[in-house]
């Protein structure tokens, strides 16, 4: 790829940007969310079309207007959502846009076939005719994978992949590419996590707000490629005294909670937050964080177990009454359930709070009072805003997320539920945030965080809780080496493999 | 909209992915384009012109009505068996054949505009007491019939409009105002013909019955679609032909059927329950247009100010946001659709007790089919109900002249409403057709919510 | 360490009380209405049904009302039963629980006045009515699986039939007035998937307005141009009845399907041909990919707003085709407002039947039959209000859609335009 160039408006989201894949080799595309990874990978699979800039293969220019393009030259592409059918089987999604035929009615014994022979092939072991909604995220990836190996692909693109995998599954992945690699194919592997590049990849170019900062040899060590990541050393500390825990606050005892697909996503948790102290509960997503968070909230029933709040059972409590008892809430994904982007900034501060005094009553608003108290509250959360009339939806991500910190913090709080506070945040909204939260647990909150950031949990926690298929592993001080805690998140405690 | 799945990946200082969605993404309803403001360096003139050769909404609307109104003139002039004709003969006498068809399509919009606004012949006549062709003097009565028609037709659709445009609102698409409006209708004409009360109790209570009715009709489906997840649009769709079905029963019923007739009707409403007229027994112009206008201030308001227009907007906007800060997000819908039902029962109500006085299978005519039309040019927004009611009412009761002045079938006006809507839906063809430019307001404000 | 697929384990032990067997108390309940109630209403007097057309001759038999009433209800009651007790056999038992049901009341019904009821014409009159719904239901099951919703079938039908009654009078020929009756189903799905596809207008939005045009057009011109000249404008005939010799002769079944116009056999075939079309073709695959996951399609390179116009088109191709029965096998004319909202009960069909063709074909007979039945019931003079009878299709959709009864699944990206991005 030479010179590829893409804008969004005024959005550059790539600059610029020579890129080199050889055949054979497994090329890292490392850099933070929002870099322009994927942007670029979606140029060279053809779903985008860059306003600059062109792209070769094997040295001669190629015009890629679609995937069906991209598809004929030889790349295949693994996006970091699924490209799947859930209502179809396995063999359907894979042979879609390249149906063998028969008499005119569609094959199904040679696509069978084809889906069998790949899958050995390449030890990617799948069973044809399973419907796709049935199957767990990592078997729903390696069919991703299959059904870009029956197209012939050279070049294979993997956005992601590791995001919603557990460690293990992660491994196994990582040991496919190594295996489609001694195959003679060519991989760019789109990613964010260190180790995984230094284990897998043959070159590694970093990426940085839609232009290359650099290339790296694996071998080069890990505080380095950070800073090309990030654009300076990252320090996640954030400068805190020793807890002082008091009573406990909240406990959570024998608790089980169903998904929406009605598996037992929260099996059996105890836990206890205490006043002034910060519980941070690890795990990797996908592990039961968002169902039991959402549980205590009273946004998803409970099959069993109890939550006890100051002493007072409030399993059964609507999301208002737990809100209004004293506890705050930071939703993990702000643009779905923490703020109407439609909404203006003062609104959206208001938005649990605007039937009570002084913003209002049973039937009319007052919106002076919301106003006026936006207005400060914007200047005390250093939200960077035009205007409080301004729809939330036109603030960066960073300032959204103070928004909310902003709502939930306004009101005096005995329990603060944080869960991933810094997602898509820049660095200096995260810092300010994590000071807020520490903060709260100095004038003694019980505050608890969910992060699939290990280093999040790590540099905000007073005790760790690792959360691994819907369980409480263990609950382990801050100190704990990297190492143990990744096992842990692996589902393995020092007694043993569970 | 483009599924999430597949988006650009944003940049760092806007990594929430939903920020690189298209403006052109967002349905032209939720689009909210302030109007012009004075702004340095131009005057207020100078803005208001550039505004108007923009494509801000409301020039999208009047490029609309004008598409709307040209394209029903082709229409007149295809269905008008002799100017089709002289059509035949355009290369030998194109004057001519333009001539016909110009006299065809202004006398008839002219006819339209006598029906609907005002008839400047007969305003001259009314002013210097003259007596007109036909030898009466007309009197002031005369001169108003037109206005008094068009908001008599216009009461209604305010009605139905707003019944849709609150569920639009908080996210429901209210197709049911016609089973509403049916069911609005039976609550309203039963008092009325059933009870013998003074004016002052018969009114307020068949006023009252009517949007109870309506309102239960309307809770059905938002109970429906918070309980089960119900689709609104099949539910409201069906529930309007059990509605009508139910109606045809109803009034064939003993109480209700009037005995000296065969024909599907009902007794009467008594005296004391239909809604006095506002200026003068011999024109139709009701209360109902007064309570629809009050019932538009109130919606205005609630949903500017009030607790439960905040809640059903945030549930509109986003259903998980807003069950997250702790509102129950279907008890809103229920209500919502509870108001919008009741509000479709006044428009039925209003046809019985304003208009009609029996119960028929038509009782309510297209009022709630229109309303879904009214409330999509007016953009659901309350006082953009009005206006739209206000020139469909306008349009209807100019149609109705037309057909008999210029003999061309008042089915026509349908035509028009309908296509003044889709080209209202579809503003990137209008766009596309009048060649507007972008609003400078407009792209101030998307340029601002890129950030 | 290994790769086991791990499914974890359900988070709710199946309860007794599943969907299925609610179901089946459901029907018991019925099953007992119908053998107590029914039975103990009924006089001893014998109902007639006659299982060809007529009700002067041909082979007959008998059902002594009581008796009836009383073995139909207690089938419906077992069938009700063991769903009850097994939760299995879902489909065949609520056929056959309510099939039974619906017999023991017509017993009733027909043995309270003596009567005698000709089988064959009422299945005649059941397929007939079904025409219309089964070419609407199936033009929306072709819009709706690519995931463009349909909501102007009620436009399309109007416009054939009325495309139909206006060429096939000038052309004077019914071939051509089936040919313009397609056409002018496909001209209001064009603005459909043009206003929807290309200007990503809401579907459901363009769909009502769309029936409120064609409503408006078709009317303006039925009185501009029609009712000025019928005899030039409006005087299509009737399509002719082509009978199979033979088939035509089966007992109930036969002369409502092998003694129909070219518009019931094209129906029939229509609905094996899209069935084989949806499920074993490439385009079938492709259609239900584009209308369950675009962007997996358009990544395998699939032309997914190219699909979706297509499917538009030909299912406005289908349901203008069958609007030509409006004005060509119930009338010989066109009217205004001709098809009266029965677009929006093919499109009940069509949920009803699940986005299915096989389905809606069901769902539209059996809607027809509930209006074969409201209208013999009104011959007959029975107390049963023929209104509630109209209102079984739409309340039975309700149902449907509220998943009190089955559960309905749409196309997962139905309605919703898409974007390349």
Known sequence: ?498 | MTSPDNEPEAMASSPDKSLSQPESGRPYYMQEIKPGKHRAGKTFWQTLREEFYADNSFTVTLAAIVLALFLGGVLMIIGDANVRAQWGYFFYQPLTTLEASWDLVSQAYTDMFKGSIVDPEVLRYWYWNLPMPSGNIPTWQTALRPLSETLTNAAPLVFTGLAVAIPFRAGLFNIGGQGQAIMGAIGGGTVGLALSLPAALHIPLAILAGALLGGFWGYVVGLLKAKTGAHEVIVTIMLNYIALYFLIWYIRQSFADEPTRSDLISKPAKETALFPKIFDDSLRVNLGIVLAILAAAGVAWMLKRGTFGFELRAVGYNPNAASTAGIKVGATLALTMALAGALAGLGGTTMVLGTAQNLTGEVVGQIGFNGILVALLGRVKPWGVVGAALLFGALQAGGAAMQTFSGISNELVTVIQAMIVIFVAAPLLVKAIFRLRRSPVAAAQAALAKG | MTSAVITPELALPASFWTRERKTGAVLVALGLVASVWFTLASPSSPATFYLGTSTQSGANFEIDGKIGCLVFGLIALAAGAILLATGKHYGLLVSISLAAFVLSALIWQVSTVHGSVPLGSLSTITMEASLPLIFGALAGVMCERSGVVNVAIEGQLLTGAFFAALFGTIAGSYWAALGAAAIGGALISLILAWLAIRFLVDQVVIGIVLNTFALGLTGFFYEQVMRTDTEAYNNPGGLPHWTIPGLSKIPIVGPAIFSGTLLTYVALALVVVLTIALFRTRWGLRTRAVGEHPAAADTVGIKVLGLRYVNVLVAGLIAGFGGAYFSMVTATSFTKNITGGLGFIALAAMIFGRWNPVGAFLAAVFFGFAKALSSLLQALQSPIPSEFLAMLPYIATIFAVAGLVGRVRAPAADGKPYVKG
């Open chain 1, 1 to 498: 790829m030479r010179g590829i160039t893409k804008r969004f408006g005024d959005l550059v989201a790539n600059d610029d940007i020579h890129l080199t894949v050889e055949p054979g080799e497994i090329h890292a595309l490392l850099g933070e969310n929002g870099a322009g990874k994927s942007t670029l990978m979606n140029v060279l699979y053809g779903l985008l079309q860059p306003d600059e800039g062109e792209i070769l293969v094997d040295d001669k220019p190629v015009k890629i207007k679609g995937p069906s393009d991209a598809i004929r030259i030889g790349i295949g592409m693994v996006h970091q959502h699924f490209m799947l059918v859930p209502v179809f089987t396995v063999a359907e999604n894979v042979m879609l846009g390249a149906e063998p035929n028969k008499a005119g009615f569609l094959d199904h014994a040679t696509a069978d076939r084809l889906v069998r022979e790949v899958s050995q092939k390449y030890g990617l072991p799948l069973e044809p005719d399973a419907i796709i909604e049935d199957l767990p995220i990592g078997i729903q990836q390696r069919v991703e994978i299959v059904k870009a190996l029956t197209r012939d692909v050279d070049l294979l693109i993997l956005d992601e992949p590791t995001a919603v995998l557990t460690p293990q599954e992660t491994d196994e992945l990582l040991s496919v590419m190594r295996g489609l690699k001694e195959s003679g194919k060519s991989i760019v592997f789109i990613t964010h996590k260190l180790r995984e590049v230094k284990a897998v990849a043959d070159q590694i170019t970093v990426v940085r707000r839609g232009k290359i900062v650099g290339t790296a040899a694996p071998t080069a060590p890990e505080s380095e490629l950070a800073e090309m990541m990030v654009g300076r050393s990252v320090i996640l500390e954030v400068p805190k005294q020793a807890a002082q825990p008091g009573a406990p606050v909240l406990a959570v005892r024998g608790l089980v909670v169903a998904d929406d697909r009605l598996h037992r996503a929260v099996d059996g948790v105890d836990l206890e937050v205490r006043a002034g102290e910060v519980l941070g509960i690890a795990g990797v997503q996908g592990n039961g964080q968002t169902e039991l968070v959402e549980s205590i909230m009273g946004l998803r029933p409970s099959l069993a177990g109890t939550v006890t709040f100051l002493g007072r059972d409030i399993t059964d409590w609507s999301t208002r009454e737990v809100l209004r008892s004293g506890v705050g809430y930071i939703p993990e994904d702000r643009s779905v359930d923490g703020l109407v982007k439609e909404f203006s900034v003062a609104e959206n501060l208001v938005l649990d709070l605007y039937r009570s005094e002084p913003f209002g009553g049973r039937f009319a608003l007052n919106p002076k009072a919301i106003d006026e108290s936006a207005k400060g509250r914007v200047e005390e959360f250093d939200i960077r805003v035009q205007s409080e009339q301004q729809p939330v939806g036109a603030l960066s991500g960073g300032n959204q997320q103070k928004v909310i910190v902003a709502r939930e913090m306004s009101r005096p709080l005995k329990l603060f539920i944080a869960a991933q506070p810094t997602r898509g945040v820049d660095v200096g909204s995260i810092e300010f945030i994590h000071r807020r939260i520490i903060a709260e647990r100095d004038v003694g909150s019980a505050v608890l965080v969910v992060s699939s950031e290990l280093d999040e949990v790590v540099a905000l926690a007073d005790r760790i809780a690792v959360m691994y298929r819907g369980r409480i592993l263990a609950i382990v001080p801050p100190g704990t080496p990297r190492e143990k805690l990744g096992l842990l998140m692996a589902g393995i405690t020092s007694e043993g493999a569970s």
